[in-house]
């Protein structure tokens, strides 16, 4: 399996010649899903949804589906009958050649003035990978490549390292990361690396990885 990293959040996956592109939202690039079989979308937060990308992709691929949850289909399923899957914690189903299990149900609190939103996170071939979204959920699981979200408005660096020694993936990847300055960024590898327990990766946008 391939794993590209795009800018933010976003990832694409490829096996056997088959695509899968998870969360491209407005701070990844315009063509971030373009050439996807299969898109997976977390939740509705903008740097993770984004309708202009996702039409792309669905134009460029009339094959192509999108797999999300509720407040996501809701907004995006009548522009593509019977493409857009609405999914939720516990859902199974397999998509591009991936097998996918679906995991957690609410957004990470930011503030407790804030309503909380739904969100899932994805399990991909039988935990090849894990991208939780935005929370800290922990699937129930072995994780080999965990999609780590390292800096976000409702995180701080105590939360990443925990959330990785509880995983316990054998390697954790950099993602939610468009916030962290280069300047930043050391200090986020030395200590998540020094005390997370796991292997700590970062790819710049574009680069790739086999897993």
């Known amino acids: 399996m391939k794993l590209t990293k795009k800018s933010h959040a976003c990832v694409r996956l490829e096996k056997d010649g088959q695509t899968l592109v998870v969360d491209p939202g407005g701070f990844s690039e315009e063509d971030a899903a373009v050439g996807a079989d299969a898109i997976l979308v977390t939740h509705e937060h903008p740097d993770h949804f984004d309708e202009a990308r996702l039409r792309a992709a669905m134009e460029a691929n009339p094959a192509a589906g999108i797999w999300t949850l509720k407040s996501v289909a809701e907004r995006i399923s009548a522009a593509f009958p019977g493409r857009v899957h609405t999914v939720g914690h516990g859902d199974t189903f397999t998509t591009a050649g991936f097998d996918i ?17 739904t969100n ?23 994780v080999e490549t965990l999609m780590l979200p390292v800096m976000a ?16 993936p054998q390697r954790a990847y950099d993602i939610h990361d468009a916030l962290l300055t ?22 710049t946008p574009g680069d790739s990885a086999e897993l």
């Open 101 to 117: 299990q679906v995991h957690g149900e609410l957004h990470a609190v930011i503030h407790p003035d804030i309503p909380r939103i």
């Open 120 to 142: 899932v996170g994805y399990l991909i071939d039988g935990g090849r990978v894990f991208h939780p979204g935005d929370a800290l959920t922990v699937p129930d699981h072995p």
């Open 153 to 168: 408005p409702w995180n701080k660096i105590a939360e990443v390292i925990d959330y990785v020694r509880e995983v316990k």
């Open 182 to 203: 280069d300047l930043a960024r050391p200090i986020y590898d030395r200590q998540i690396g020094g005390l997370g327990g796991s292997t700590h990766l970062r790819l």
